[in-house]
């Protein structure tokens, strides 16, 4: 499979704001979200794409929004319905828009940690806490946490977001708003996780993004995706160091032991590279949803 197969959509006439990986059109009552098929890594946009990413963080975004149920953004998966002007290659739409609601998005990254890895790990070994909260001692990387924790951060358009303390996020969006946000975000964690955990997949940690409607704040972006979540096979699941997951592993890897110094335009991933992350991405979406990947 070609890494250059798939070009970025492009509809004109329409407001666009652009993403690492969503390019939002603002329909005026209403949003049209693209998912692209660019994927990012130690804050870059790499120049090769994954074919077809952006439908599983599409469809499985939908996936999620119907089973978990409750509030959400989400009222199309069909780009027919947004009205786009004329003209508009509404084939290269499909599968990878969502037509929303509009919000006032909480300026908060909503992350909830159920294992011990990544940043918490490298924390945790020095300090015994993560993000600030202390947790039992003598754990190992990997270790599912006794119980979840949130860790908020600030959501940031390029780079690393920041983590915070749960005070700095009542300091910027209110006490009752940030106990709120705490709340559903365990909770849609934890029934998600339960429900991924039953096949074959842990979720050990993801983020939400909420925003403020009419009715209160519901769920907007993406939810337990692979590019929002770090997934892992259970049945390699083992403590005491990094796991496999269902990500962009096969990006990093490459991109670790390809020379590249981090600090200027990253180069172009292989074709064995950009087919077994799709491979990845595809896998994870067939095991959740128990569906076929529409897209081959």
């Known amino acids: 499979m070609s890494s250059s197969v798939v070009p970025e959509v492009a509809i004109p006439s329409v407001p666009v704001?652009?993403?690492?990986?969503?390019?939002?059109?603002?329909?005026?009552?209403?949003?049209?979200?693209?998912?692209?098929?660019?994927?990012?890594?130690?804050?870059?946009?790499?120049?090769?794409r994954i074919p077809d990413k952006g439908r599983v963080l599409t469809q499985l975004s939908a996936f999620w929004f119907d089973l978990l149920g409750g509030a959400h953004h989400l009222l199309s998966l069909d780009p027919a319905t947004a009205g786009l002007p004329a003209g508009v290659d509404l084939e290269s739409l499909r599968g990878r828009t969502m037509v929303v609601r509009k919000t006032k998005?909480?300026?908060?990254?909503?992350?909830?940690?159920?294992?011990?890895?990544?940043?918490?790990?490298?924390?945790?070994?020095k300090s015994g806490t993560v993000c600030g909260i202390t947790l039992p001692p003598g754990l190992v990387e990997s270790d599912r946490l006794p119980e979840?924790?949130?860790?908020?951060?600030?959501?940031?358009?390029?780079?690393?977001?920041?983590?915070?303390?749960?005070q700095q996020m009542c300091d910027a969006v209110g006490t009752h708003t940030a106990d709120e946000l705490r709340r559903r975000s365990i909770d849609v964690y934890l029934r998600g996780a339960?429900?991924?955990?039953?096949?074959?997949?842990?979720?050990?940690?993801?983020?939400?993004?909420?925003g403020q409607a009419d009715d209160g704040l519901i769920l907007i972006d993406e939810v337990m995706t692979p590019d929002s979540s770090r997934f892992w096979p259970v049945e390699l699941y083992e403590p005491g160091h990094g796991q496999p997951s269902y990500d962009k592993q096969f990006v990093r890897d490459w991109l670790e032991t390809s020379?590249?110094?981090k600090n200027s335009p990253?180069?172009?991933?292989?074709?064995?590279?950009?087919?077994?992350?799709?491979a990845k991405y595809v896998e994870a979406f067939?095991?959740?949803t128990g569906r076929e990947f529409g897209w081959k």
């Not at 924790?149 to 358009?157: G, L, M, S, V």
Request: glycine letters at 8%; one cysteine or more; aromatic letters at 10%.
């Open 105 to 125: 998005v909480v300026p908060i990254e909503c992350v909830v940690r159920g294992y011990l890895s990544g940043s918490g790990w490298k924390e945790y070994q």
């Open 266 to 278: 990253p180069p172009a991933l292989p074709d064995d590279v950009v087919r077994n992350t799709r």
């Open 286 to 288: 067939e095991k959740l």
């Open 17 to 48: 704001r652009h993403g690492k990986v969503r390019d939002v059109y603002d329909l005026g009552d209403r949003l049209l979200l693209v998912a692209s098929d660019r994927i990012s890594a130690f804050d870059w946009i790499l120049p090769t």
């Open 259 to 261: 020379g590249w110094d």
């Open 194 to 210: 339960e429900y991924a955990l039953a096949r074959g997949i842990i979720i050990a940690d993801t983020k939400f993004e909420l």
């Open 148 to 166: 979840p924790i949130f860790t908020p951060a600030t959501k940031a358009e390029s780079g690393h977001d920041e983590n915070i303390s749960f």
